[in-house]
């Protein structure tokens, strides 16, 4: 259960791209208590050196701030080592929709020039970040791995590239790489500001600071929110798991089914807050409902998240409350 128990050799190095961002700086840290040297690659264009300021200190961590979209800074942030664990991505649906033809730029040629620069230098296991945006609009509840609709929006349609890119290494060039279809993940660090905020850090902040939070549409949308310690978790295990199932795709979550305006009341409580929210228009490229399937991750990774949304929620909340 969970990953206190998995141990790597010491002297092995991870690279993480995306590292001074949410996932990746959280990776970072579990990675620099399991007693490895990790190198963190992040163009700092939506991270924060504040998120890795405290790793600096340690002699097993190294920064390069540089872009995935450079062939050769990719090529030696992978030189030597031994996993990459490949976060650097822009997010956001609404935001790629605006924006396309960046998204295409780093989500799918950065991660294509990654996928290159693992190949070339031997790294053993390439795990990516995948969404379940790929998912786009199949009905199907819950999402399972195979049944995959259409795709809604630039950003869904980067992942499912990464993905077949992930799945052509495997096959023609022999790369162990494992797509792991994120399911809204929140938790410490991740960012609560700006037009592009996840909703629950954004909803925090606006709560604590006594404003008014819009919910878009009527807040009957339903996700899998998955704490940040189950993502750590799936990364690690990947990393330990079997070559005969890389080159596919599995779903992270916890498997739980969270409501949007029950999260909102439940955060106004546990804030000592009494404010109604704005009930806004719905967003282009969302979907009413996502829920995760995670039995092939569970069968195939070893995966087995300890992290509820009921403990992770209070663990976030702590954490905003003394961090923002
Ligand atoms: N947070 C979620 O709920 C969620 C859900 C599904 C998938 N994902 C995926 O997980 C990964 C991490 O997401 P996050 O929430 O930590 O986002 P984040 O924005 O906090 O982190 C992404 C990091 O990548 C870096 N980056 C962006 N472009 C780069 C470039 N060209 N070169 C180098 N670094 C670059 C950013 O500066 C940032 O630090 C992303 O691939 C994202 O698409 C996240």
């Given at each position: 259960m969970g990953f206190d128990a998995i141990t790597f050799p010491a002297g092995t190095i991870f690279l993480v791209t995306g590292g001074a961002g949410f996932i990746g700086s959280n990776l970072c840290e579990a990675l620099l208590h399991k007693g490895v040297v990790v190198r963190c690659l992040d163009d700092l264009s939506q991270g924060k050196e504040d998120n890795i300021r405290p790793f600096l200190?340690?002699?097993?961590f190294t920064f390069i701030k540089g872009d995935i979209r450079e062939l050769d800074t990719c090529m030696a942030a992978c030189a030597?080592?031994?996993?990459v664990l490949h976060q650097a991505a822009w997010g956001s649906v609404p935001r790629s929709i605006e924006m396309p033809l960046l998204y295409e730029g780093i989500n799918i040629r950065g991660t294509l020039n990654m996928m290159e620069a693992a190949r070339q230098c031997g790294v053993k296991k390439f795990v990516y970040a995948s969404s379940?945006?790929?998912?786009?609009?199949?009905?199907?509840?819950?999402k399972k791995e195979g049944q995959e609709g259409k795709l809604l929006s630039p950003y869904a349609v980067t992942k499912r590239v990464n993905e077949e890119y992930g799945r052509l290494y495997k096959e023609l060039y022999g790369l162990d790489t494992y797509g792991l279809r994120y399911f809204n993940v929140f938790g410490?660090?991740?960012?609560?500001?700006?037009?592009?905020?996840?909703v629950i850090p954004k909803f925090i902040k606006q709560l604590m600071n006594d404003e008014q939070p819009t919910i878009n549409g009527d807040g009957k949308q339903s996700r899998d929110f998955t704490y940040i310690e189950n993502v750590i978790e799936a990364n690690l295990k990947a990393c330990l798991a079997p070559s005969d199932v890389a080159g596919q795709a599995f779903n992270v979550a916890y498997g739980g089914r969270e409501y949007l305006i029950d999260i909102y009341y439940e955060l106004c409580k546990a804030l000592g807050k009494d404010i109604e929210p704005i009930f806004g228009p719905d967003r282009p490229g969302d979907i009413k409902h996502s829920n995760a399937d995670i039995s092939r991750a569970r069968e195939l990774l070893g995966y087995a998240p300890e992290w509820s949304f009921e403990r992770g929620i209070k663990a976030a909340i702590e954490w905003y409350k003394g961090n923002l």
């Amino acid at each position: 259960m969970g990953f206190d128990a998995i141990t790597f050799p010491a002297g092995t190095i991870f690279l993480v791209t995306g590292g001074a961002g949410f996932i990746g700086s959280n990776l970072c840290e579990a990675l620099l208590h399991k007693g490895v040297v990790v190198r963190c690659l992040d163009d700092l264009s939506q991270g924060k050196e504040d998120n890795i300021r405290p790793f600096l200190l340690s002699p097993d961590f190294t920064f390069i701030k540089g872009d995935i979209r450079e062939l050769d800074t990719c090529m030696a942030a992978c030189a030597g080592a031994d996993y990459v664990l490949h976060q650097a991505a822009w997010g956001s649906v609404p935001r790629s929709i605006e924006m396309p033809l960046l998204y295409e730029g780093i989500n799918i040629r950065g991660t294509l020039n990654m996928m290159e620069a693992a190949r070339q230098c031997g790294v053993k296991k390439f795990v990516y970040a995948s969404s379940s945006s790929v998912y786009g609009d199949h009905p199907v509840l819950p999402k399972k791995e195979g049944q995959e609709g259409k795709l809604l929006s630039p950003y869904a349609v980067t992942k499912r590239v990464n993905e077949e890119y992930g799945r052509l290494y495997k096959e023609l060039y022999g790369l162990d790489t494992y797509g792991l279809r994120y399911f809204n993940v929140f938790g410490r660090r991740q960012d609560p500001h700006g037009a592009y905020a996840a909703v629950i850090p954004k909803f925090i902040k606006q709560l604590m600071n006594d404003e008014q939070p819009t919910i878009n549409g009527d807040g009957k949308q339903s996700r899998d929110f998955t704490y940040i310690e189950n993502v750590i978790e799936a990364n690690l295990k990947a990393c330990l798991a079997p070559s005969d199932v890389a080159g596919q795709a599995f779903n992270v979550a916890y498997g739980g089914r969270e409501y949007l305006i029950d999260i909102y009341y439940e955060l106004c409580k546990a804030l000592g807050k009494d404010i109604e929210p704005i009930f806004g228009p719905d967003r282009p490229g969302d979907i009413k409902h996502s829920n995760a399937d995670i039995s092939r991750a569970r069968e195939l990774l070893g995966y087995a998240p300890e992290w509820s949304f009921e403990r992770g929620i209070k663990a976030a909340i702590e954490w905003y409350k003394g961090n923002l």
